[in-house]
């Protein structure tokens, strides 16, 4: 592993635990542990379009604590 990677990783690893337990709860089940939609949903007695949106909304949050909001998000007012 290369430094920057390693930097990454921590800076990563770091955002994810500053998020709030119900994201990193869907962010864990889906992209760690790699269980399908269907399977969260049940391990988090959800319907699988909650998991869904809540995935998403998760996967952005975390892209903004380690990248910072896009020019996309910044212009919209989001």
């Known amino acids: ?5 390693h930097a990454r990783d921590v800076l990563i690893r770091r955002a994810f635990e500053k998020l709030p337990p119900d ?7 889906v992209d760690i ?4 939609y269907a399977e969260a949903a049940k391990v988090m007695d ?3 379009g909650t998991v869904m949106s809540r995935l998403s909304r998760a996967r ?3 892209l903004e604590l380690v990248e910072g909001p896009s020019e996309d998000r910044k ?3 989001r």
């Open 1 to 5: 592993m290369q430094t920057g990677d």
């Open 23 to 29: 994201t990193r709860e869907v962010l864990f089940l």
């Open 33 to 36: 542990m790699g269980l399908k």
């Open 46 to 48: 959800v319907p699988n």
């Open 60 to 62: 952005r949050a975390l």
């Open 75 to 77: 212009s919209n007012g």
